[in-house]
Nanobody, 122 residues
Framework: QVQLVESGGGLVQAGGSLRLSCAAS????????MAWFRQPPGKEREFVAA????????YYVDSVRGRFTISRDNAKNTVYLQMNHLTPDDTAVYYC???????????????WGQGTQVTVSS
């Protein structure tokens, strides 16, 4: 079992930055690929970024590539999402997820956090 707790969301103006954190329980954190998803108001949950357990491989959705950076600290059992140049379209509840491999589907991840709200004002 892996428990995930996100933090770092909030209200920010367009062009600003936020860093989300996701703290994981358990001793096998480094064996899991970690991902960030988001769910905009009234829309389906969508993939944002993922990183392999080793931290070597990453993958981003096109809309955030170059603006968002996923990273992890396996010693701290934590994954991060640095978000720069935010726009109102980035407004969503952001979730972290753990799975066996880097995938982009919601169903591909076994464990989920409760989500943290990110609101970007214009």
């Amino acid at each position: 079992q892996v428990q995930l707790v996100e933090s770092g969301g909030g209200l920010v103006q367009a062009g600003g930055s936020l860093r989300l954190s996701c703290a994981a329980s358990g001793r096998t954190f480094s064996s899991y690929a970690m991902a960030w998803f988001r769910q905009p108001p009234g829309k389906e949950r969508e993939f944002v970024a993922a990183m392999s357990g080793s931290g070597i491989n990453t993958y981003y959705v096109d809309s955030v590539r170059g603006r968002f950076t996923i990273s992890r600290d396996n010693a701290k059992n934590t994954v991060y999402l640095q978000m720069n140049h935010l726009t109102p379209d980035d407004t969503a509840v952001y979730y972290c997820a753990a799975g066996l491999k880097i995938r982009v589907g919601v169903k591909d991840y076994d464990y989920w956090g409760q989500g943290t709200q990110v609101t970007v004002s214009s």
